[in-house]
């Protein structure tokens, strides 16, 4: 069945949580270094393109956000410039456009930066209004996942205004050691989002922070499929913290998750099976997925069998109750 002729079987508003736009700013800045092979470049992106995208996949409102590597590998100085510009851009299509348009902001590196990441955050979320910010699964070349001590103070941030960190992967640092078969972002970066999941579990960041609202990309990557391995590691001795079974539970199932590139009945059947209705929220991974990809994951949902009211509450409803624009000042 065609993209466009399912559209009259979707829900009747539909919020894509996960999409990303390529401004000129970054793009500029971005094609100057050498990225590595594990890397995606950056995409001939426009607005009018994602706009089209939105029409027929039946979308009402758009949640921006800059993708891997963001403003990472820029210099500190430029960083900051960047992220900034990128934020105020994001900005200025949500005011022209008022209920289509919302960003997670783009933050400066936590490990490389850790002030300004949290500067920019108060900025973009007090100033600008931005839905949330984007992370990282991890940073530096130390490889600090999302629960480093040294993060603690953008999580107090977040925690003092309840807002949302939309998790996002990126490439594993051993790339040297993925054969040409593979493709990281494909293979690995579920378990990235699995492995910086976990670190905010165990490092007790999740705990410590219950206001903020994590968002976990791709369905959260392999921890549905492995939350009950993980919930085990209470019995080992080299267990970093000695969290009870139920306690991980709990705090797997407070994540939100969303569907980007995670429309196969398999992949559904686990989420469902494991994480509460209303913590999954669409998302499309426009344009980085590709629309071929796209549309075949978003067919394999809406011919998902699920009651209508499920439907409704991942298509839009669940994203509606903890998006800023949504709410009723």
Known sequence: MSYTARQTSNSARKVDVHHHLVPDVWKEEITKIALGP????????????????????????????LTTPGV????????RRVARAVNEYSAELREKNPGKFGFFATLPSLHDDIYGAVEEARYALTTLKAEGVIVFTHYGPENHYLGHPSFRPLWKLLDDLKAIAFVHPCPPRDKATFPDTLLPHVTEYPHETTRSAVDLIFSNT???????????????????????????????????????????????????????????????????????????????????????????????????????????????ENAEKILPMFQKS
């Open 38 to 65: 594990e890397e995606i470049p950056p995409l001939n992106w426009t607005l009018e393109g994602s706009e089209s995208f939105m029409k027929k996949a039946g979308l009402t409102t758009t949640i921006f956000s």
């Open 72 to 79: 990472t590998k820029f210099d500190l100085v430029t960083a």
């Open 206 to 316: 999740r705990r410590d922070h219950p206001s903020i609202k994590f968002i976990l990309s791709h369905a959260g990557g392999t921890l549905p499929y492995l939350a009950g391995r993980v919930s085990f590691m209470e019995i080992f001795p080299s267990s970093p913290n000695k969290k009870g079974h139920e306690e991980i539970y709990q705090e797997i199932q407070s994540f939100y998750y969303d569907l980007a590139m995670s429309g196969h009945p398999n992949t559904l059947r686990t989420l469902l099976g494991f994480v509460p209705e209303d913590h999954i929220l669409f998302g499309s991974d426009y344009p980085y997925a590709l629309e071929p990809g796209i549309r075949r994951m978003n067919d394999n949902w809406e011919e998902f069998p699920l009651y209508q009211q499920t439907r409704d509450m991942i298509n839009f």
